[in-house]
């Protein structure tokens, strides 16, 4: 069985971050295992919230990993709640990379051209070492704003506006580079991609739902990189991400109980699982 670390913080409510990857990852029937930066009552949308940081567990924990000689076949960070852990990531990739395992970075830190409650820019700018080491990065269109050191792009802009924002961000020195949330119509919402050595794009589009919702981001990459690790090509992976992510959407909103802070991909999870196996990709 293929195994996956996802390094990133456990928010006790809010069905994000680690309570997203953990089901999603292991309904792609790849074990799971997890490195928590930070330990959140909740995710910081609420108004009340605690924040442990976890900081000092991550070099034990590393260290501990090497000697039982543990191995990756995929390491993907999201939400780290410190810039030092940044760094620690960097040591951690360095350590755990190989020829062939996946490094994707989630960049989580903005949306809607803010930065989340704890970030500042300083802590972009150091977001930058990290992206450079990654196989596959997938910023929103904010995140990669605040990575360029740019002012935030707005939701109008062109087709060439994107890939001048892919191109530039491909520069930073990852192997792929994906935009989440793109949308150039009312009516139609996904991904482009780069791909740095072939010098090509790839887009997907999916239906537009006129909601907003927290996680959607961590249940979009959670999906990506579990198709991934199993063998699924890159644009395949975004595909099934993004369908996935529209369905967990759809489901929200046909709830008439669903919460505001997170979206119910939980009855979806049987969709994912499906075109995860449809194919009969290695395990
Ligand atoms: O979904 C991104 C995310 C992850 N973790 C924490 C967050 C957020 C977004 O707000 O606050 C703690």
Partial sequence: MKRIITVQDISCVGKCSLTAALPIISACGIETCVLPTAMLSAHTAFRHFTFHDLTDQIQPAA???????????????GY??????????????????????LIF???VMADNGRLYTGF??????????????????????????????RPYIGTRYT???????LVSLSALGAKHTVLTGVSFCNDELGVMAYDAEKESF???????????FHGTGDVFSS?????????????????LAADFTVRAIKATVNN??????????????????????????ER
Avoid at 159 to 165: M, P, R, S, Y
Avoid at 225 to 232: H, I, Q, T
Avoid at 261 to 280: A, C, H, K, S, W
Wanted: hydrophobic share 40%; aromatic share 12%.
């Fill in 63 to 77: 260290a501990c990993f090497r000697q039982e000689q543990i191995t990756f076949d995929a390491i993907y960070t």
């Fill in 80 to 101: 780290l709640g410190t810039a030092k852990q940044i760094d620690l990531m960097n040591d951690f990739f360095r350590t755990f990379q190989t020829e062939d395992n």
């Fill in 105 to 107: 970075v989630d960049p």
């Fill in 120 to 149: 500042d820019r300083a802590y972009a700018e150091k977001y930058v070492s990290l992206c450079g080491q990654a196989d596959v990065i997938v910023p929103n269109i904010t995140e990669a704003c605040f990575l360029l050191d």
């Fill in 159 to 165: 087709q060439a506006q994107i890939e001048e924002l």
């Fill in 202 to 212: 790839f887009s997907y589009f999916t239906e537009r739902i006129p909601a907003n």
């Fill in 223 to 239: 999906a990506a990189v579990g198709a991934l690790v199993r063998g699924k090509t890159l644009p395949d992976a975004l595909k």
């Fill in 256 to 281: 008439p109980a669903h919460n505001w802070y997170g979206v119910d991909f939980e009855t979806e999870l049987p969709f994912l699982i499906g075109r995860i196996n449809e194919d009969g990709n």
